[in-house]
């Protein structure tokens, strides 16, 4: 199961079989400016973070024992005191 999931991903990302148009597509477009690129770039982190952030609630939730204290911090946001 675990390699289907892999050959899927790979799939998915036009990495095999390789597939440069697909790859190409992915990527920012050279006429976008640097503040849209930058904003793109931000957006996809904060969504990835975000969506480990919910993985790791979920988890927690089945019994899992945590490792402390939760903190309530906006993704991508730094922790001050």
């Known amino acids: 199961m675990r390699s289907e999931n892999v050959v ?3 799939r998915a990302c036009g990495i095999f079989p390789f597939d440069a148009e697909h790859v190409l597509s992915k990527l920012p477009h050279p ?3 640097n503040e849209e690129r930058e904003k ?3 957006d996809s982190i904060v969504g990835h973070l975000a969506k480990l952030r ?3 609630a979920a988890s927690s ?3 899992r024992r945590g490792r402390g204290k939760r903190l309530m911090v ?3 946001k730094s922790v001050t005191k």
Do not use: I, R, Y
């Open 8 to 10: 899927a991903g790979l």
């Open 61 to 63: 939730d089945t019994g």
């Open 40 to 42: 793109s770039w931000t």
């Open 31 to 33: 006429d976008v400016s």
């Open 54 to 56: 919910n993985d790791n």
């Open 74 to 76: 906006s993704p991508g």
